[in-house]
């Protein structure tokens, strides 16, 4: 597949440029808002081209664009592209609203583009071992889960998530996302209310930098979550606890293939077996079949609309005290 790269960014330098490369895809051209940096970023990647102009990049006929640009650019670069029937493979949060979001599913349905969200939790060998297990009966009824996704924000991306309210920055735009759709895919359901408080810890007060929210489901099941770009020591992880067992899936919130997953029942805990495989590769994998099949991707549009949804939500109840219903009209 012929892929163009919107967003000179640190995500696709460290990690879907290879995923793409190693799905056999060619990288034909980048288009960066900075012409310096695209041109530096385009050699240091071993990419022919590189443009400020997205229609110029267009123009060389890919199949599919990667969007990673900062969230509020999304929606125009997303539009641009599937008017020319180009497929599209976009970061998240799809954007910075709903109605945003919701046209970008829209425009890709009409045009008959394939439309996927770069949730890559849900490609991890050790989520896929707790969501078999779940499946498989092993904890009964489920009941709840914990989700504790609370880091410390690395130096080199402490840019506009920290300082750019406009641009989606904020850590429940950026982590509150990853942990809805992790759930999602996990639980077979979305959130229905949510409530949450969010703070300022260490990075200004421009945007939040700490939120903890309880999210109930329409079977009953409560969530509590925990996401942090202020929490250097705590480690990661995800809890689902059912009435039969519980399961723990220990570092599982990672971006690397890593993390273990334990069985906990009867007072004896047992370690599932994983079979790690590259995140980002696996989805993209997912992406280039869709095309080829003519299906939806598995994380299509709809779901990454569907975990805005849930984090707009979120960022509502703290702004204002109140529990939230999740708005997903339209989705
Ligand atoms: P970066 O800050 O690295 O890049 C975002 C944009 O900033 C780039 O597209 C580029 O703009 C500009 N930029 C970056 N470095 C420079 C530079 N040296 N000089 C000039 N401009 C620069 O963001 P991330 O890679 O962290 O995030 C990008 C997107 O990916 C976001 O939507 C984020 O939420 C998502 N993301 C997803 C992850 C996942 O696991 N799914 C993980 C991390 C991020 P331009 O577009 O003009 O080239």
């Not at 539009?79 to 890709?108: F, N, Q, W, Y």
């Not at 359901?189 to 260490?202: A, F, G, I, R, W």
């Not at 509590?224 to 990661?236: C, D, L």
């Amino acid at each position: 597949m012929r892929w163009g790269l919107v967003g000179a960014s640190t995500i696709a330098a460290e990690w879907m440029i290879d995923a793409i490369r190693a799905n056999g895809g060619e990288i034909i051209g980048v288009q960066s808002g900075s012409a310096e940096h695209g041109a530096d970023y385009a050699q240091k990647h071993g990419i022919a081209y590189s443009t400020t102009d997205l229609a110029a990049l267009l123009d060389q006929k890919p199949e599919a664009i990667y969007i990673s640009s900062v969230n509020d650019k999304h929606r125009a670069q997303l539009e641009a592209a599937a008017k020319r029937g180009i497929h599209v493979l976009c970061e998240k949060p799809l954007a910075t609203s709903l109605d945003d979001a919701k046209a970008m599913i829209e425009l890709c349905e009409h045009n008959n583009v394939r439309f996927a969200t770069n949730h890559h939790l849900r490609w991890a060998a050790t989520h896929q071992a707790i969501r078999a297990a779940i499946e498989a009966g092993k904890i009964g009824e489920v009941r709840s889960a914990r989700v504790f996704h609370a880091v410390y924000l690395p130096v080199h991306l402490q840019g506009w998530r920290i300082d750019n309210p406009s641009a989606g920055g904020g850590v429940v735009l950026d982590i509150t996302v990853h942990n809805c759709d992790i759930l999602a895919y996990l639980l077979g359901e979305y959130p229905q209310e949510v409530v949450s408080m969010t703070d300022h810890k260490l990075f200004g007060d421009l945007v939040e930098d700490e939120a903890m929210s309880v999210w109930r489901y329409p079977s009953g099941v409560l969530a509590y979550t925990h996401e942090s770009f202020a929490t250097p020591h705590a480690g990661h992880g995800i809890e689902i606890h059912g009435s039969e067992g519980s399961l723990f899936g220990e570092s599982v919130m990672s971006q690397q293939p890593v993390g273990t997953v334990y069985l906990q029942r009867n007072g004896e805990r047992e370690e599932l077996a994983v079979n790690p495989h590259n995140l980002y590769q696996a989805g993209v994998a997912d992406f280039v079949a869709a095309v080829n099949e003519g299906r939806a991707p598995a994380c299509d549009g709809i779901a990454g609309t569907r975990s805005l949804a849930v984090a707009l939500a979120v960022l509502e109840s703290a702004k204002s005290g109140n529990k939230v219903s999740v708005d997903y009209a339209g989705v």
